[in-house]
């Protein structure tokens, strides 16, 4: 769980460091008497202290937190996080992390696989991707959202040749939401340009690094506060100039109205409504249930602003969390089916960045030489240690 070698150079019984694994053992035998006798009486072929035995329970044991981890999601809608990354031995590694809200309404972003891979082109993603759902059967049905790396992934993928891949990413680029977002990245990145450069200095001067981190903040806060309008009239003028579908904005982007800030004043039934109608969730609500919905959200906004335990709510997560807590998930099945099908979705791959983080501590230059299964057994175990630390031995 710590991320340790378990072999030593040497396991034999007169060498003086035998690795983690034997030594640590050996210090238990010592603590406590009854596992020392354990230890000397065994048979030599009898110890469960080789190599083969040591990746056996890392398996056993990683087996046990990814079944956890499915058990969690259940029939739940989930997300995947991928990212990719090279390894201290110069090899090509994949990472996959599943985001969904657990029954409890808490969201969680859970790692599950990595493996090697050859490429890091379209086709290969997918049959990867595809391989892991079938080996701990996830339902393709109940994907909702998938989030890469893009400037990677994208790069290499246009550089393998996939011209399939082409007409697709030629579709998303001529999309509103394409430029929405590369626009927006223009703005951000320009802001903190200053602050990230100095950052990245050897002899950083931490009193104006904070000061360009409150600088860099007042900027950014000033997009949103007075020159929202500015911005978006530039993204919607390019969209029209060059023959990009603008969105309805007044119907489109209305996740905000299940937001539970200040007393749920933002709440609106008919563009919530619209939201699973015609936009996002349409696949995720039968008709029968989306004329279901308008009742309830009717009843729903009387009932939890009269509820003490909805008050003062900041981010819709709690609410989510609320729902669950007060059992008004239940009474409200629907709504609380979309603000968990809202909370899934991906909004970004910094789970999939810690968990290549893990991989630098475990596969360090002296372990460089890692089979794929264990490393991707130590890198479980070690990232979801509060499943593995769960588990009754």
């Known amino acids: 769980m710590q991320g340790c070698g378990f072999r030593g150079h040497d396991e034999s019984v007169d060498y003086k460091n035998r690795g983690n694994y034997i030594e640590l053992i050996n210090l238990l035998g010592r603590m406590n008497p009854k596992i020392g006798s354990i230890l000397e009486k065994a048979a030599k072929n009898a110890k469960c202290t080789s190599t083969e035995i040591q990746r056996e329970i890392l398996k056993i044991i990683t087996g046990i937190v990814r079944d956890k981890i499915r058990e969690e999601i259940g029939e739940t809608k989930f997300c995947i996080l991928v990212d990719e990354a090279i390894d201290e031995s110069n090899k090509?590694?994949?990472?996959?992390?599943?985001?969904?809200?657990?029954?409890?309404?808490?969201?969680?972003?859970?790692?599950?696989?990595?493996?090697?891979?050859?490429?890091?082109?379209?086709?290969?993603?997918?049959?990867?991707?595809?391989?892991?759902?079938?080996?701990?059967?996830?339902?393709?049905?109940?994907?909702?959202?998938?989030?890469?790396?893009?400037?990677?992934?994208?790069?290499?993928?246009?550089?393998?040749?996939?011209?399939?891949?082409?007409?697709?990413?030629?579709?998303?680029?001529?999309?509103?939401d394409f430029v929405f977002v590369l626009f927006l990245m223009h703005e951000v990145l320009g802001i903190s340009e200053n602050l990230c450069q100095t950052l990245q200095k050897n002899d950083i001067d931490i009193l104006n690094a904070m000061n360009l981190v409150s600088t860099t903040r007042i900027n950014l806060q000033q997009i949103r506060d007075g020159r929202w309008e500015e911005f978006l009239w530039s993204v919607i003028k390019f969209c029209e100039s060059n023959d990009i579908g603008v969105p309805d904005f007044d119907d489109c982007y209305t996740r905000v109205m299940l937001s539970p800030v200040d007393g749920f004043r933002s709440f609106s039934l008919c563009d919530i409504c619209s939201l699973v109608d015609k936009y996002f969730y349409y696949h995720d609500f039968s008709q029968e249930e989306k004329e279901d919905l308008m009742r309830?959200?009717?009843?729903?906004?009387?009932?939890?602003?009269?509820?003490?335990?909805?008050?003062?709510?900041?981010?819709?997560?709690?609410?989510?969390?609320?729902?669950?807590?007060?059992?008004?998930?239940?009474?409200?099945?629907?709504?609380?089916?979309?603000?968990?099908?809202?909370?899934?979705?991906?909004?970004?791959?910094?789970?999939?960045?810690?968990?290549?983080?893990?991989?630098?501590?475990?596969?360090?230059?002296?372990?460089?030489?890692?089979?794929?299964?264990?490393?991707?057994?130590?890198?479980?175990?070690?990232?979801?240690?509060?499943?593995?630390?769960?588990?009754?031995?």
């Open 92 to 176: 090509e590694q994949m990472a996959i992390n599943l985001r969904y809200v657990d029954r409890d309404g808490f969201i969680r972003e859970r790692f599950f696989e990595v493996f090697h891979i050859k490429n890091t082109s379209a086709l290969t993603l997918k049959k990867e991707i595809c391989n892991v759902f079938n080996q701990y059967h996830l339902l393709i049905e109940n994907l909702r959202g998938q989030g890469y790396d893009g400037a990677n992934l994208v790069d290499k993928g246009l550089n393998s040749n996939i011209r399939g891949d082409a007409k697709g990413l030629y579709l998303d680029i001529k999309s509103f």
């Open 296 to 393: 309830e959200l009717y009843r729903y906004k009387f009932d939890v602003l009269r509820h003490g335990q909805f008050q003062n709510l900041d981010f819709l997560h709690h609410l989510c969390q609320t729902l669950a807590r007060t059992m008004k998930s239940v009474i409200y099945p629907l709504i609380d089916r979309l603000v968990r099908l809202v909370l899934t979705l991906p909004v970004s791959t910094a789970t999939t960045e810690r968990a290549f983080s893990g991989m630098k501590l475990i596969e360090t230059p002296l372990r460089n030489k890692m089979e794929n299964d264990l490393l991707a057994n130590t890198m479980v175990v070690y990232i979801e240690r509060d499943i593995a630390l769960g588990i009754d031995t």
